[in-house]
């Protein structure tokens, strides 16, 4: 008998991709600009291929710098930690 997987996707594919289907990102969607300082939060959207992680769903976050297509941002995770991410602008709104 085999053994479930335990992968990252495992159990939430469903909830990420419910509402957010690649088809229906419209281009204004995909092409998005911030400056550094800006607060935006992440969220997931269309394709799993460059998602961030589901932790960080819903985090509100601040740009730090362009790189390529996507920005570096970084998370408050507790009062003296940070965390840095490299999230492409589909998966970020502003706040």
Known sequence: MTQRSHG??????RNLA???MPSRLGISKKIKHFENGDSVVIMPKGNFRNIP??????RIATVVEKRGDSYVVEIMVSKSMKRTLIVPQI?????
């Open 8 to 13: 990252l996707f495992s159990g939430r594919t």
């Open 18 to 20: 419910r509402h957010n």
């Open 53 to 58: 992680h589901p932790r960080y769903r819903g």
């Open 91 to 95: 998966h970020l709104n502003r706040r």
